[in-house]
């Protein structure tokens, strides 16, 4: 599980045998939301709301490298951090 970006006590991170559609993990402590790259929505999980605007922005921001990120994994590549929330 490669974390790409780390930001407000959130970790950003992939599996590699992953499922479609094109999504991210984002966990803050014990929650975990699963959040669609393409519509910056979340596909499955919570994270407590102020939480999840941040990690939602981000996703909007960073949406090319995510993607990218996205088919690096699934060639099992290691995918490239990404700049964090500031």
């Known amino acids: 599980m490669p974390v ?6 959130i970790e950003i ?3 590699f045998d ?3 559609p094109p ?3 984002a966990k803050y402590g014990e929650a975990e939301a699963l959040v669609d ?5 979340v596909l499955k999980g ?3 709301s102020n939480k999840l605007k941040l990690v939602l922005a981000w996703s909007e921001l960073h949406k090319d490298e995510l993607n990218s990120n996205w088919e ?12 964090p929330l500031k």
Do not use: R, T, W
């Open 37 to 41: 790259i393409n519509n910056s929505c």
């Open 72 to 83: 690096k994994v699934k060639q099992k590549q290691l995918p490239q951090k990404i700049m």
């Open 23 to 25: 999504h991210f993990h």
């Open 18 to 20: 992953d499922y479609l």
């Open 4 to 9: 790409v970006s780390e930001f407000e006590g």
């Open 13 to 15: 991170c992939f599996y």
């Open 46 to 48: 919570a994270l407590p």
